[in-house]
């Protein structure tokens, strides 16, 4: 299980976020004592730091800094404050991602997801697997053992999201938020369109009833 | 000032002078005095006053230029008593002290307010990154919460947030050379920030978003330009018709870059066109919808006014609104290497 360790002084924010997380798959690490975070990050090894700038004590700045320094971890910076000199700051430090408050929560775990398939391994090829089938990212093209076809940019988002999540009901306004997030606005008709067209291209490569409608939820792989 | 001015500024005196100067010939004649005498007398009398005045004109008149160009060149005027060269007079030295006193006093008040309003400022800045800790709690906490609920609470909360977001960008127009943050951005990047912050508001409306050709370099803020550019979806959004529909294009004139957004909402009366970007005017359409504050678009045109955009509204009622953002031609060293770039890659075509 990936651990996450959530820096983060807000008591309400830091505890909805280690429940949050918890219930999607990971371990969460919330930190409640910022005098030595450096220390507890070695001890506890997380895979990915959710830091807010804000702490009380010392700014999330250098605390990156110092962790860069001796641990390899991705972090994602977290912040109140919107301003275009700190995110350079923060990018420039060493910071992963950058995430300004208030976020939303499926767009916030589409960045943790991605950035922790970056860090898993850059050599490895942008790949999905899924409920049989293969999804090539850098291509647009899925496969099953009946054979491949090219996804449009709107089909390849959905289908990379439903397999991401395989298993779990994506509701639609999740779906479309964390399109959104990859710059492909589209409403509730424009997915309605677009997941048809997808089931067909998937019927092509035989398997007809692979996203399922789940009436009033969303879709489900 | 003029001779004339001068001259009857002491017109006491010289009604006082010549009565007093013919009382004394009168007496002088009483007393046996020859004419002859007498008319010399007032002759060199009449001259010597003359002289006199003429001198006293030719000073004051320069030592006034003086002072007007030391005020002209000042670029803050109100520190005029502190530059003055020492008069000679005593009575004049006395004058330039106390305007001088009263100078220092102002001085004090301006500073004190500048503080004030520093103060206010920093606090307003820190309360808006404060709000934003409950605002995401919040968010947070609505998702356990039943999925009607859950969507009437995003879209309170989305609209705490745009006021907040509003009061910090009121805050930061105060002293805009502190936050302004010039650079190099791509006009897509800009709108998808736009577009995500205002993504609750847009998802429950049913506004279908359209966007066309936004891949595309500006010299400026983005931030600022988000924040724009969310005050034009947020008003999309609260005059919106039926079917919604907002389009979001850009494209290049000669060097400048235009975006357009469009929606086809009720539009404004042609009327009140003129006025939508004063502060506090809500027109006919805010007051009948309610929410209104009259402060997205005049907070739009002062950053515009900041970032050298050139911000219009083209309306037409019932058929929808259109804004047009212009941006300055690209500064100096980008303009070239994109040009250069561009060219390279048009010979590699042919």
């Not at chain 1, 208030?102 to 050599?123: E, W």
Request: overall charge negative; hydrophobic content about 40%.
């Amino acid at each position: 299980m990936k651990q996450i360790m959530i820096i983060e002084d807000d008591c309400s924010t830091r505890e909805e976020l280690a429940l949050l997380l918890k219930n999607e798959g990971y371990c969460p690490l919330p930190v409640m004592d910022f005098t030595d975070i450096r220390r507890l990050a070695e001890q506890e090894r997380p895979d990915l730091i959710l830091l807010d700038i804000g702490i009380p004590g010392r700014d999330g700045f250098s605390v990156c800094a110092d962790l860069q320094k001796t641990m390899d971890v991705p972090v994602i910076f977290v912040t109140g404050r919107d301003s275009g000199l700190d995110e350079v700051r923060a990018l420039s430090l060493g910071g992963d991602d950058y995430i300004t408050k208030p976020y939303s929560v499926p767009v916030l775990l589409a960045r943790i997801k991605s950035v922790l398939r970056r860090k898993a391994g850059a050599s490895e090829p942008d790949m999905v697997v899924a409920g049989g089938l293969r999804l090539n990212l850098a291509k647009g093209t899925v496969s099953s053992a009946a054979g491949t076809a090219a996804l449009t940019r709107n089909e390849l988002r959905i289908l990379a999201c439903l397999m991401e999540h395989a298993g779990e009901i994506v509701s639609r306004a999740d779906l479309i938020e964390v399109l959104w997030d990859s710059k492909i606005y589209i409403d509730d008709n424009t997915l309605s369109v677009n997941v048809t067209r997808l089931r067909g291209k998937l019927a092509e490569l035989g398997l007809p009833e692979l996203i399922k409608t789940r009436r009033g939820m969303g879709y489900q792989l | 000032m003029t001779i004339r001015e001068f001259l009857s500024d002491r017109l006491g005196r010289l009604i006082f002078q010549t009565v007093f100067t013919l009382t004394a010939a009168v007496f002088l004649r009483l007393t046996g005095t020859e004419d002859g005498i007498i008319l010399l007398l007032l002759l060199f009398l009449g001259f010597c006053w003359a002289g006199m005045q003429g001198y006293d004109f030719i000073r004051q008149r320069a030592r006034l230029e003086e002072l007007e160009a030391i005020m002209e060149g000042l670029d803050k005027k109100y520190l005029f008593a502190e530059c003055i060269p020492k008069a000679r007079g005593i009575y004049e030295r006395r004058l330039a002290e106390l305007s001088a006193r009263a100078g220092r006093a102002m001085i004090g008040e301006v500073s004190d307010a500048r503080a004030a309003q520093r103060e206010y400022r920093e606090y307003v800045e820190s309360w808006v990154h404060e709000m934003k800790a409950p605002i995401t709690a919040a968010g947070l906490i609505c998702r356990k919460a039943a999925p009607d609920i859950r969507g009437k609470l995003a879209q309170e909360l989305a609209q705490i947030e745009a006021h907040v977001e509003r009061a910090l960008f009121y805050a930061r127009l105060e002293s805009p050379e502190k936050d302004f943050l010039a650079s190099r951005a791509d006009l897509a990047e800009i709108v998808a920030q736009a577009l995500n912050g205002h993504r609750v508001l847009l998802m429950q409306s049913g506004m279908k978003v359209e966007t066309e050709n936004l891949s595309q370099t500006v010299y400026t803020d983005s931030k600022w330009v988000s924040f724009m550019l969310g005050q034009l979806l947020q008003n999309a959004v609260r005059y919106r018709a039926v079917e919604p529909v907002l389009t979001i294009s850009a494209r290049q004139l000669g060097k400048q870059v235009r975006l357009t957004v469009h929606d086809n909402g009720i539009g404004i009366p042609s009327h009140e066109l003129p006025r939508v970007f004063d502060r506090g005017f809500t027109g006919s359409n805010g007051r009948a919808r309610g929410g209104a504050t009259g402060m997205g678009l005049y907070l739009c045109r002062r950053l515009a006014d900041c970032l050298e955009i050139e911000l219009g509204i083209t309306s037409e009622a019932g058929k929808g609104t259109t804004a047009v953002l212009t941006f300055p031609a690209r500064s100096g060293y980008g303009e070239f290497s994109q040009e250069s770039a561009e060219s390279m890659e048009a010979e590699g075509e042919e």
